[in-house]
């Protein structure tokens, strides 16, 4: 049987409120920092910053005087330096991925959106549609 699947990949939705990130604005040295980490590779992030994603954050912390550094690392080891505080955050999970690690707090605002379709050469297809992902209004 094939679904319909849609899944929501969010900005930063599993930034990690570090110590930095916490302090009031008059604590922090100019011009701020912050130390983000993924697992994400081309062209979604790249080490040279290339990538679409590296290009949109740096442009939106730009617009606040955020000075972005991108740290590519293993999935399972990127979490986890997100939530022992020695990244201030990581980006590009989904939703579900928060419920694992304590300390991540998921920050709503998406990144991306993805709908995943089937596509069958034969008409003949049996297989039920699963209406009821986050883009069909449920």
């Known amino acids: 049987m094939i679904h319909k699947m ?3 990949i969010t900005l930063l939705s599993l930034c990690v409120l570090s110590a930095q990130a916490q302090r009031h604005p008059s604590e922090v040295d100019s011009p701020r920092q912050l130390v983000l980490a993924t697992a994400d590779t081309p062209p979604y ?3 040279d910053g290339s990538g679409i994603y590296d290009r949109l954050l740096r442009r939106a912390f730009d617009r606040i005087d955020v000075s972005l550094t991108i740290r590519h690392l293993p999935s399972e080891r990127a979490l986890l330096e997100a939530d022992q ?3 201030d955050g990581e980006f590009a999970r989904t939703e579900q991925v ?3 690690y304590s ?3 998921r920050v709503p605002a998406p990144l991306s959106t993805w709908d995943f ?3 069958a050469r034969e008409r003949a297809f049996r297989g039920e ?5 986050p883009n069909q209004g449920s």
């Open 6 to 8: 849609a899944a929501v």
């Open 45 to 47: 992030s790249s080490e």
């Open 85 to 87: 505080g020695r990244v």
């Open 98 to 100: 928060a419920q694992g």
């Open 103 to 105: 300390n991540l707090v």
């Open 117 to 119: 379709v089937a596509v």
């Open 129 to 133: 549609a699963d209406d009821t992902g």
